[in-house]
């Protein structure tokens, strides 16, 4: 894939400055460029995971009313799952004894 980014002058000239003072010379100004490029959407990806972690360990209540359980770990991560999913039990089948399709655990029980 290739992918072209137009910069404005001073754009222009502050990377070059950069990549002037930290690039190896061993490295291509190609996969200089991929690398930075790389690692910024790494670092953003990153931003917005954390915050979504915040915004979900705010918002509980919220996200709750709205289908979706908010589960902390005890590293502080947190995760979303919709809270129809996790009401199941381990047999399958949710809590009030049907699956989907409106078999009891019965009918696959021979």
């Known amino acids: ?3 072209q980014i137009k910069l404005s002058k001073d754009e222009a000239i502050a990377y070059k400055n950069f990549a002037g003072v ?3 010379q061993e490295i ?3 996969d ?3 690398t930075v490029f790389v690692t ?3 670092t953003l990806n ?3 995971s954390e915050m979504v972690q915040k915004y979900a360990s705010e918002n509980k ?3 709750a009313a709205s ?3 908010v589960i902390e770990n005890e590293d502080g991560q947190v995760k979303l799952a919709e809270t129809a999913v996790i009401e199941h039990d381990i047999s399958g089948f949710p809590s009030e004894g049907v699956d989907p399709h409106g078999h009891s655990p019965e009918k696959y029980e021979k």
Do not use: N, R
Request: aromatic share 4%.
């Open 46 to 48: 990153k931003q917005l």
């Open 22 to 24: 930290v690039k190896p």
């Open 67 to 69: 289908g979706i359980t």
């Open 28 to 30: 291509t100004d190609d």
């Open 32 to 34: 200089f460029m991929k």
């Open 1 to 3: 894939m290739k992918l």
């Open 61 to 63: 209540e919220e996200l």
């Open 40 to 42: 910024g959407i790494e």
